[in-house]
Nanobody, 124 residues
């Protein structure tokens, strides 16, 4: 079992920055690739960024490439999403996700565990 707890969401003006954190529990954290997804009002949940189990590979949605950075620490366990150059269209609930694989994942079908979500609101 893996429990994921997100933090760091909030309200920010367009062009600003926020950092989201996800604190997974469990001793087998390195066995999981991690990712961030988001869901805007009235839209389906979508992939944002992913990182492999050892942190050597990352992948980003085109909409956030160059603005967001995903990183992980395996001691203590954490995965972060640094967001800069935020736009109103980045407004969404952001979810931390874990998949029991070493490779980067980009689809919900691969997710084994979800966090509860944290709200990010970008004002224009």
């Amino acid at each position: 079992q893996l429990q994921l707890v997100e933090s760091g969401g909030g309200l920010v003006q367009a062009g600003g920055s926020l950092r989201l954190s996800c604190a997974p529990s469990g001793r087998t954290f390195r066995s999981y690739a991690m990712g961030w997804f988001r869901q805007a009002p009235g839209k389906e949940r979508e992939f944002v960024a992913g990182i492999s189990g050892r942190g050597l590979s990352t992948y980003y949605a085109d909409s956030v490439k160059g603005r967001f950075t995903i990183a992980r620490d395996n001691a203590p366990n954490s995965v972060r999403l640094q967001m800069s150059g935020l736009k109103p269209e980045d407004t969404a609930v952001y979810y931390c996700a874990a998949a029991q694989t070493q490779t980067v994942f980009t689809t919900e079908a691969r997710v084994d565990y979800w966090g509860q979500g944290t709200q990010v609101t970008v004002s224009s």
